[in-house]
């Protein structure tokens, strides 16, 4: 039973990955009655963080989706209006009051400063852990959280950093979520002025349901000549400050863009990478405009 996946890239561990629990899972199980194939704690490795993002045609991840997720992870905001603008999906996961119980924002960010401060005075400490799951979690709700913690650790002038999953479905879950915590690693790596080191994910349950089989099948029909992207390189001297301002900044853009107000004049303001991420909300934004005028 293999349960060690390393790779330098996220592409080929997700294909790793994908055809391990098809075609050899430990078990075969029915969680809340969903028939799914799962192996149990396996050790995946990304040697190249910046290799982050699923590139595979048979599986185009939402793109706008994943970078206002990890922008919000690092701005320690939930805006459920503007999540769910860029993925509807979300909205059935709200509760009563059209919140989100397991919100990952608003837990992350206390820890995240915590850890880069830590870090920041003890660079061999073995404390830098922020934990997602809690006791607030012990209640039924549509929005439990899969993550558990996420571990980071300066070894040899480098930043390593693992993440352990409580759950993780590879067709939804698993490339959304490693996109958002590398992102997370390399702006703590880059705030700490040391090199990024190796991203390492544990999933106590890392499956795939039944139902979904024949489209995890056909992400295995890669094609050769698939391209494994770099994320954007992160501003020179950044600071948790000088983080926050961007982010602020960002969110007002975005705001007025996806209420139809100006905001072109302010896109300069931006640092290069966060250029990049908003032209990416941007053009979903214009698809999404000439889908509903072409209905």
């Not at 390393?6 to 809340?32: F, M």
């Not at 992400?219 to 390189?233: F, H, Q, S, Y």
């Not at 301002?245 to 072109?264: C, G, P, S, V």
């Amino acid at each position: 039973m293999k349960k060690y996946f390393e790779a330098d890239n996220i592409n080929d561990l997700y294909c790793d990955l994908i055809k391990t629990v098809i075609s050899d899972p430990e078990y075969t199980v029915s969680p809340r009655g969903f028939d799914i194939k799962e192996i149990t704690n396996p050790t995946i490795v990304l040697t190249n963080p910046k290799k982050c993002l699923v590139t595979l045609q048979s599986r185009k991840l939402n793109y706008a989706f994943t970078t206002i997720e990890k922008l919000e992870y690092m701005s320690g905001r939930t805006n459920p209006d503007c999540i769910s603008f860029y993925n509807k999906n979300f909205g059935s996961f709200m509760n009563e009051y059209n919140l989100f119980d397991g919100a990952y924002s608003e837990r992350l960010i206390y820890w995240f400063r915590y850890i880069y401060n830590l870090l920041k005075k003890d660079k061999d400490s073995r404390q830098a852990v922020s934990t997602i799951y809690g006791q607030q979690d012990r209640h039924t709700s549509k929005d439990i959280p899969c993550t558990i913690l996420h571990h980071y650790m300066i070894r040899h002038n480098k930043l390593n950093m693992t993440t352990y999953m409580r759950s993780n479905d590879l067709l939804w879950g698993f490339p959304y979520d490693v996109n958002a915590f590398c992102f997370l690693q390399q702006v703590m790596a880059k705030m700490l002025n040391v090199e990024l080191g190796t991203y390492t994910h544990i999933a106590g349950s890392m499956h795939s349901y039944n139902e979904r089989e024949n489209q995890l099948a056909k992400i295995l029909e890669k094609p050769k000549d698939v391209v494994n992207v770099n994320t954007p390189e992160l501003s020179d001297n950044l600071t948790y400050e000088s983080l926050q301002a961007d982010l602020a900044l960002f969110w007002k853009i975005e705001d007025n863009m996806r209420h139809n107000r100006q905001y072109t004049h302010l896109i300069n303001e931006l640092p290069e990478y966060l250029q990049y991420y908003f032209n990416i909300v941007e053009q979903y934004k214009i698809k999404k405009d000439e889908r509903q005028t072409n209905k």
